[in-house]
């Protein structure tokens, strides 16, 4: 049986990067490493654990199928290790770690959006917690979260995973858009109907639950994505209308490049939620979790938070 040493685990966090990053020219950066260095490093593994991982050439760097199965294993062991040396950590009181947070795009232009205040707050008060922030599609942040790849996620989701836990945190209310040159755009607001907005092209959000997508007469030329960035680009084409958060849209509609339309029956204010793992979690975790929610919850004076977490 073979036993894992603390030089099989730098290997295999090496291994990780490589293939995360899609070959070994490409991890040099996070690494640190020269391409030759981490070659040997991919090569020692090989050694150790007899088999080959991975192929490299002309063809571009392609994982063997036993690479995808020692992958894994390496990723599922990193992640055990890294979550038991927070706890280890915890006990003597010390907040150090890594905290993963999986954000939905385009919040950085809303103001009610206060994870980076938290952020500040953390950076300042316990230095060695080492936060990162990805942006994900609602699917992918429960999905994360449900596979323990990541902390946290902050979001508005439709579907809800078993397993997982929500709070409420604020509503980001949405309107229906027009950009500059649509002929809706110089329409008097009330000469503008809802049957003329349903006629319209209408941009949408793949990922908007099966209820809300049936209220949604969708057209073949109708156009469908994955991120607010993308149907604001419709939108501002023209072309299009779409049902955009207020925040993504001010800058845009104070420039004269979009204008808000007439209320729609399509119309919503999404609920914005910190969604994490039920259980027990580290104190790096509880922190955030805490500092975060307290930023939407008044406290009473003298009896602490109103929320109960």
Known sequence: MMKISGADLHLLSVFDSVVRNGGFSAAQAELGLSQ??????????????????????????????????????AVDLLRRIDHHSMSLTALKGSLVGQL????VDCVASDPEFRLTEVVH????????????????????VLRRLAEGEIHA?????????????????????????????????????????????????????????????????????????????????????????????DHAAASYLACGRLRKLPPHEDNFDCMMQLVYRSGTHPKTFQVFREMLVGLYRPRTPGRGSSTRL
Not at 56 to 73: N, P
Not at 168 to 196: M, N, W
């Open 36 to 73: 030759p260095t981490i070659s040997n490093h991919i090569t020692a593994l090989e050694t150790r654990l007899g088999v080959i991982l991975c192929q490299r050439g002309r063809r571009g760097f392609q994982l063997t199928d036993k690479g995808r199965q020692v992958h894994e294993i």
């Open 100 to 103: 993963k947070i999986a954000v």
């Open 121 to 140: 707050r953390l950076n300042d008060e316990a230095p060695g917690i080492r936060i990162e922030i990805e942006v994900e599609k609602p699917g992918g």
């Open 153 to 245: 996620g902050i979001g508005s989701f439709d579907n809800k995973i078993k397993g997982l836990s929500y709070i409420s945190l604020y509503e980001e209310r949405h309107s229906v858009y027009c950009g500059k040159g649509h002929p809706l755009f110089s329409t008097p607001a009330e000469s503008i109907t809802q049957q003329d907005m349903d006629k319209c092209v209408w941009v949408h959000r793949g990922y908007w639950s099966r209820e809300r997508k049936k209220s949604q007469q969708v057209i073949e030329a109708d156009r469908i994505v994955d991120q607010i960035e993308a149907q604001l680009l419709f939108t501002l084409s023209g072309d299009y209308i779409g049902l955009l958060p």
